[in-house]
């Protein structure tokens, strides 16, 4: 069992938090602004992480699990691991790892899939960017808050699958919206649309979990008014960093770029909140161009 400083406690860090002390880890966790009950809390983060083998981040970006990390490595050099769990940028892991380094401890990204239900069942997926020795010891851990934990390699290569997969979900969540909204005003049915296209090869998650219909599929955000879910502005977040990644790979990624502009105009008309299958009201508003295809 180990001593865990968990330093974030909001909606994803306080379910994970609490299935680690639940496991039987020494959990003490530390949050600026929630004070959840069920687990041990600290004054600070530096309160939290003293005497932890193990820190464990998950924060709202990038910039401030850097400042997190730094000002608990400067507080005290003691070696240990570090595990990010936030979604932040894939050249910002690599820096954070690099001073991490430098202040002799060790740092892995370990970005998740699974949304709060996940964090709450223990049911996360971990993509786990680092060293593999850093992997193995953090991997106890992460199978206490998770059923899925994959090592993809160096440090920021969990990062990276994750903005990879997220890109090609907004991606599929919009064309799905498309296809729906077209299919309709083709005369179709959803309800035929969805029996032939979850056996067919237009088949995807978007779909098959998260269609953006009422009544297609039991437990979807559609069906209750598009209550995340996975807030778009979460997606829209995502997406940001998926761009940044191919801005700085010179990597022209035209879908993406067209859905991530989708979903800032969504946030932007006030729909953050909503789960990001909403974008179906976008395509049902949209006009399409004056002249040609
Ligand atoms: P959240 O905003 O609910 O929680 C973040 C917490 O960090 C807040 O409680 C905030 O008070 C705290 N915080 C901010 N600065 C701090 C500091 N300096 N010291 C201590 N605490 C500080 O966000 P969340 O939904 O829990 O997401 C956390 C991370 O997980 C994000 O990077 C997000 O992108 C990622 N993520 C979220 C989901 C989801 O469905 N919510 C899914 C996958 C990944």
């Not at 938090?17 to 602004?33: E, I, K, P, W």
């Not at 020795?133 to 994750?162: R, Y």
């Not at 991606?171 to 649309?193: K, N, S, T, W, Y």
């Not at 008014?225 to 807030?231: D, L, T, V, Y």
Request: proline residues 5%; aromatic residues 6%.
């Amino acid at each position: 069992m180990t001593t865990v400083a968990f330093i974030g406690l909001g909606n994803m860090g306080a379910p994970m938090a609490t299935n680690l002390s639940q496991a039987g880890h020494t959990v003490r966790g530390f949050d600026l602004v929630s004070k959840p009950s069920g687990i041990e809390l600290a004054d600070s983060a530096e309160a939290a992480a003293a005497d932890a083998d193990v820190v464990i981040t998950s924060l709202p970006n990038g910039m401030l699990v850097d400042q997190v990390v730094t000002s608990l490595t400067e507080a005290d050099p003691t070696p240990r691991l570090y595990i990010d769990v936030s979604t932040i940028a894939v050249s910002q892991a690599r820096e954070i790892a690099r001073k991490v380094a430098e202040a002799g401890s060790r740092f892995i990204d370990a970005p998740v899939s699974g949304g709060i239900v996940g964090a709450t069942n223990g049911t996360l997926a971990f993509m786990v960017g680092g060293a593999e020795e850093d992997f193995a010891a953090a991997k106890p851990l992460l199978v206490d808050m998770g059923s899925s934990v994959t090592h993809c390699g160096a440090i920021g290569n969990g990062q990276a699958v994750k903005a990879c997969n997220n890109m090609i979900l907004a991606v599929h969540q919009i064309v799905l919206a498309e296809a729906l909204v077209l299919g309709q005003r083709l005369g179709l049915d959803p309800r035929d649309f969805f029996e032939v296209i979850s056996h067919a090869t237009g088949n995807s998650w978007a779909l098959s979990v998260n269609a953006p219909v009422p009544g297609l599929v039991e437990g979807s955000p559609a069906n209750h008014e598009f209550a995340p879910g996975f807030a778009a502005a979460l997606m829209l977040k995502d997406l940001n960093l998926a761009m940044q990644a191919a801005h700085d790979t010179g990597t022209d990624t035209a879908l993406g770029r067209a859905a991530t502009e989708q979903y800032a105009e969504f946030v932007e008309a006030g729909h953050g909140g909503l789960d990001f299958s909403a974008i179906i009201s976008a395509v049902e508003a949209s006009q399409p161009p004056a002249a040609g295809w």
